[in-house]
């Protein structure tokens, strides 16, 4: 069974970045498309990027389309979230999920499983 475990969230100004990881155990993550989703307080949960089994494609949700970068790196079995430019509507609970061999991947979050625990973003001012 895959586990994730994410991580790199803080407390950060208005226009800082942060990368966020999401790290994989039990499987490749190579092999499931990985999602980041994220909740505010008193919202729902809403998508933010996803990048697809084998990488063969990305979205992004519009919030975050020009400032945020999904990336993966199969040697440390870990999927990157770049955020750049953060902006305090983005603050939130970060977290990741994947579904086996998607390779067209959807910000749907019904269609992941296997999430993690959740990093915390906070972005002020």
């Known amino acids: 069974q895959l586990q994730l475990v994410e991580s790199g969230g803080g407390l950060v100004q208005r226009g800082a970045s942060l990368r966020l990881s999401c790290t994989a155990s039990g499987g490749s993550q190579d092999y499931y498309a990985i999602g980041w989703f994220r909740q505010a307080p008193g919202k729902e949960r809403e998508g933010v990027s996803c990048i697809s089994a084998i990488s063969e494609t990305t979205e992004y949700g519009e919030p975050v389309k020009g400032r945020f970068t999904i990336s993966r790196d199969n040697a440390k079995n870990t999927v990157y979230l770049q955020m750049d430019n953060l902006k305090p509507e983005d603050t939130g609970i970060y977290y990741c999920?994947?579904?086996?061999?998607?390779?067209?991947?959807?910000?749907?979050?019904?269609?992941?499983?296997?999430w993690g625990q959740g990093t915390q973003v906070t972005v002020s001012s």
């Open positions: 999920g994947a579904r086996p061999q998607d390779r067209v991947c959807k910000l749907w979050s019904w269609e992941y499983a296997s």
